[in-house]
């Protein structure tokens, strides 16, 4: 069974903050040249260029996990309260009390992508594959390169039977984070069931 993998990509959070400036490391910057620290949008695109090139699979997860923080942080107080509610419903498997957690969250934040993306995790859990489809385009509406709402949105295709569509989505899953494990194994298994298949 694939679901426990792709669950575990969608959920993936770690608290790694981004590295400082080498000079800031190395204690040689003046005072007077205090580095400014990256806006969140900036951060994310260095991430995402340092996952596309990274050949180390453990170096990879790390700097995954540092995305995985930048999309959890939703600067609000009462959004990060809801969500960490959410998670603790999902936890114990009461899932209609994640969703009324997760309602408000993307109804006071819509633009916070990782509220649409955990409450389609819900709804995958739930197997409601359509509303989790829905959630899964509006993540990837606000953050095109949402490797957990991709894997999410291959492995609905592949429990649905769509065998090419589930196919293209690990591969888009790969266009942004190359060394991903599941994804690389998923692409090889359907590629040969596909083949097999006469496809």
Same mark, same amino acid.
Not at 122 to 128: C, I, W
């Given at each position: 069974m694939r679901t426990p993998i792709v669950i575990s990509i969608m959920l993936l959070a770690a608290g790694v903050l981004a590295p400082l400036p080498l000079a800031a490391q190395d204690g040689n910057a003046p005072p007077s040249e205090a580095v400014e620290p990256l806006v969140p949008a900036k951060r994310?695109?260095?991430?995402?260029?340092?996952?596309?090139? &990274?050949?180390?699979?453990?170096?990879?997860?790390?700097?995954?996990?540092?995305?995985?923080? &930048?999309?959890?942080?939703?600067?609000?107080?009462?959004?990060?309260?809801?969500?960490?509610?959410?998670?603790?419903?999902?936890?114990?498997?009461?899932?209609?009390?994640?969703?009324?957690?997760?309602?408000?969250?993307?109804?006071?934040?819509?633009a916070y992508a990782e509220g649409w993306n955990r409450r389609a995790t819900?709804?995958?859990?739930?197997?409601?594959y359509s509303k989790s489809m829905s959630d899964i385009n509006r993540t990837l509406t606000l953050e095109p390169r949402h490797f957990g709402a991709l894997a999410g949105m291959a492995q609905i295709m592949e429990n649905t039977?769509?065998?090419?569509?589930?196919?293209?989505?690990?591969?888009?899953?790969?266009?942004?984070?190359?060394?991903?494990?599941?994804?690389?194994n998923e692409v090889a298994t359907l590629s040969e069931e596909l083949a097999g298949e006469g496809i």
């Open positions: 994310l695109d260095n991430f995402f260029a340092e996952l596309k090139r &990274e050949r180390n699979e453990k170096a990879a997860e790390r700097i995954a996990a540092r995305i995985n923080e &930048e999309w959890n942080s939703s600067g609000s107080a009462i959004i990060d309260l809801m969500m960490m509610w959410s998670k603790t419903a999902m936890e114990g498997e009461k899932f209609d009390v994640a969703l009324d957690f997760l309602d408000q969250v993307v109804t006071i934040s819509p819900v709804h995958f859990m739930m197997h409601n039977g769509r065998k090419q569509l589930a196919l293209t989505a690990w591969q888009r899953v790969l266009e942004i984070y190359p060394m991903m494990r599941s994804a690389q």
